[in-house]
Nanobody, 118 residues
Framework: QEQLVESGGGLVQPGGSLRLTCAAS????????IGWFRQVSGKEREGVSC????????EYADSVKGRFTISRVDRSNTAYLQMNSLRPEDTAVYYC???????????WGQGTQVTVSS
């Protein structure tokens, strides 16, 4: 069964850091693009960052540029989102997703809660 499992969320003070992990099982991430998304209750899910297969290309939402870093370690079948200088407006459930390019095949994780509050 193809699965993505996010971990690393939690409660952090403004200005703090968290590293989210996205672990894949049942398939290999090598040929997949990986994205991180977030959603606040009552609002639409928004894209945060993505990384292409091979890791040579990354993209970030304007709201997180310079603060968040996406990475992947294909030999470990894992992707990461390093989040620094966190703000209260970063509070959301964070999801990772794997997409096989040029197809409509997506695998989604169950999400991990990130709360930024003093």
């Amino acid at each position: 069964q193809e699965q993505l499992v996010e971990s690393g969320g939690g409660l952090v003070q403004p200005g703090g850091s968290l590293r989210l992990t996205c672990a894949a099982s049942g398939f290999t991430l090598d040929y997949y693009a990986i994205g991180w998304f977030r959603q606040v209750s009552g609002k639409e899910r928004e894209g945060v960052s993505c990384i292409a297969s091979g890791g040579r290309r990354t993209e970030y939402a304007d709201s997180v540029k310079g603060r968040f870093t996406i990475s992947r370690v294909d030999r470990s079948n894992t992707a990461y989102l390093q989040m620094n200088s966190l703000r209260p407006e970063d509070t959301a459930v964070y999801y990772c997703s794997a997409n096989l390019p040029h197809t409509d095949k997506y695998v989604w994780g169950q999400g991990t809660q990130v709360t930024v509050s003093s």
